[in-house]
């Protein structure tokens, strides 16, 4: 399995810009997909951008356009760089991990980082 420890979250202007880093350790190789999921209280957790190992991502409709997620495998790290940054962006922001491990499939998760968009 692997840790996740998500940074760089924070207070922002709507229309501004911010990036939510997450940190990957342990059996990094078994990893499938990584991804950044959100959160607001009261709400479902929902899914924001994954990418897989071959570089193939995924965005939630409501982020096309303003959000890119990217992957440095040198630093086993991923990112999310957040544009255009509205009020309803606001959410606690997790990391999110999928793969394959000695014991079948396996899911982890970071401890969140908290994004706050002011109108």
């Known amino acids: 399995q692997v840790q996740l420890v998500e940074s760089g979250g924070g207070l922002v202007q709507a229309g501004g810009s911010l990036r939510v880093s997450c940190a990957i350790s342990?059996?990094?190789?078994?990893?499938?997909?990584l991804g950044w999921y959100r959160q607001v209280p009261g709400k479902q957790r929902e899914l924001v951008a994954d990418i897989t190992t071959r570089g193939v991502t995924n965005y939630a409709d409501s982020v096309k356009g303003r959000f890119t997620i990217s992957r440095d495998n040198a630093k086993n790290a991923i990112y999310l760089e957040m544009n255009s940054l509205k009020p309803q962006d606001t959410a606690i922001y997790y990391c999110?991990?999928?793969?394959?491990?000695?014991?079948?499939?396996?899911?982890?998760w970071g401890q969140g980082t908290h994004v706050t968009v002011s109108s």
């Open positions: 342990g059996s990094t190789y078994s990893i499938d997909v």
């Open positions: 999110n991990a999928r793969g394959t491990g000695a014991l079948g499939q396996y899911e982890s």
